[in-house]
């Protein structure tokens, strides 16, 4: 009996795996199909967005090109301008170099003075004549008015008298002098000034060494009167130069100004395009993985349907033969009888005598209400030829 239910069990457990196994690839198909159908519109649509995508990122690549050949033209412009405004400067400074070594020397001599230098040439009663025409000169640069004296030397005639005007206006502060000697405006000194001022620089006494023996601060003023007459034709030569240095750097500040923007225009385009390559990486990257996911489960969809297709014809005999299996289990205490008795009692007898000894015997199962099979004997119940021949 066990070993009937053994092997009864057996044929059927392995009938059962057979037919989970079908039914897991029918499942698998089933869920693959369901997969390739979701899978498919995500992948159109990302084929659609690497598409555009790419589309997108030539059209801003071939912008980006036109931007930076823009930028390259206005670098090359700026990179001229700059070095034409740079000649235009060294040209002007060059120029005024010719009139800055005198200028420093008159600014040395008067940073020397003291304010007692300047005091005691206040407090000459009878000056000297160096003295006299330096003071005469800076009266002029100042555009102080002289006053008006008798000649000595020809009655009835007015001369021009600078030392009472420079004894009022110029000495009275030595301080505010020294202040007004080194803020002079320089830069705008009036023609009628310098025409004034010019007799002056031709005389032999309006020399600083020649006057320096007289006075130290009226030597000082002698350079400073000097320095300014020559700075002030320098400049004036340099000022069409210094015109066209503001002229060159309002071009300058132009080029530049075009040039930062077109940088800047180049900047954001490229920013974009980086931007739109990363995403078209990612997209990319999406794409191909779905397109292995999809190939793989066309794999898996082709093996499933090898399996089913290989099976599919055996699952109804399968299942039928579960079910004669699972029946065949429920009636083996009746079959186990016949057969055990068959076995034990029945050899020695002839086949009649067999035959009519497992009719009767299946007779009585009748009548006992023991479950069978109609058709059951010992050969099948037993039913292995090997058995046989051995018994």
Not at 62 to 90: G, L, M, N, P, R
Not at 106 to 134: F, M
Not at 166 to 190: C, G
Not at 253 to 279: F, N, P, T, Y
Request: hydrophobic fraction near 40%; charged fraction near 30%; aromatic fraction near 4%.
């Amino acid at each position: 009996m066990a070993m009937k239910r053994m092997q009864v069990g057996t044929q059927q457990h392995r009938y059962q795996v057979g037919l989970r196994k079908i039914g897991d690839a029918e499942e698998q198909v089933t869920g693959l199909q369901e997969m390739l159908v979701e899978k498919k519109p995500a992948l159109e649509q990302t084929q659609k967005e690497v598409g555009d995508m790419m589309v997108v990122i030539q059209r801003d690549k071939a912008a980006a090109e036109e931007v930076s050949k823009s930028v390259a033209k206005e670098e090359a412009e700026a990179s001229t301008k700059a070095a034409e405004t740079q000649e235009i400067k060294d040209d002007a400074q060059r120029d005024l170099d010719e009139a800055l070594p005198a200028l420093e020397v008159a600014v040395q001599c008067l940073k020397k003075l003291k304010t007692d230098h300047i005091r005691e040439v206040k407090a000459l009663a009878n000056p000297p004549g160096g003295v006299r025409l330096a003071c005469e000169a800076v009266c002029i640069m100042f555009a102080l008015k002289p006053v008006k004296k008798n000649d000595p030397n020809t009655p009835g005639k007015k001369i021009d008298d600078y030392w009472e005007t420079s004894q009022k206006e110029v000495l009275v502060d030595p301080a505010k002098l020294l202040v007004r000697l080194f803020e002079f405006d320089k830069d705008h000194i009036p023609d009628k000034i310098i025409q004034t001022i010019g007799p002056y620089m031709e005389r032999d006494d309006f020399d600083p060494a020649a006057i320096k023996k007289a006075s130290v601060a009226c030597e000082a003023i002698c350079l400073w009167v000097r320095a300014m007459y020559k700075y002030h034709f320098v400049a004036k030569a340099v000022e069409p130069k210094r015109q066209m240095l503001r002229e060159a750097e309002a071009e300058l500040a132009e080029c530049q100004a075009k040039l930062e923007k077109a940088q800047a225009s180049l900047r954001e385009v490229e920013g974009k395009i980086a931007k739109l390559e990363a995403d078209f990486e990612g997209a990319v990257a999406k794409q191909t993985e779905l397109q292995d996911d999809m190939s793989l489960c066309e794999v898996k969809l082709q093996r499933a349907h090898k399996l089913i297709g290989g099976l599919g014809g055996e699952k109804a005999r399968w299942e039928e033969n579960v079910t004669d299996l699972t029946e065949q289990l429920a009636l083996l205490p009746g079959d186990c009888i016949i057969a055990a008795g068959m076995v034990s009692y029945a050899g020695p007898f002839t086949s009649g005598i067999r035959s009519e000894s497992e009719t009767a015997w299946l007779e009585e199962l009748v009548k006992l209400n023991i479950v069978h099979n109609k058709e059951c004997s010992m050969r099948s119940v037993l039913g292995e030829p090997v058995n046989f021949q051995q018994w």
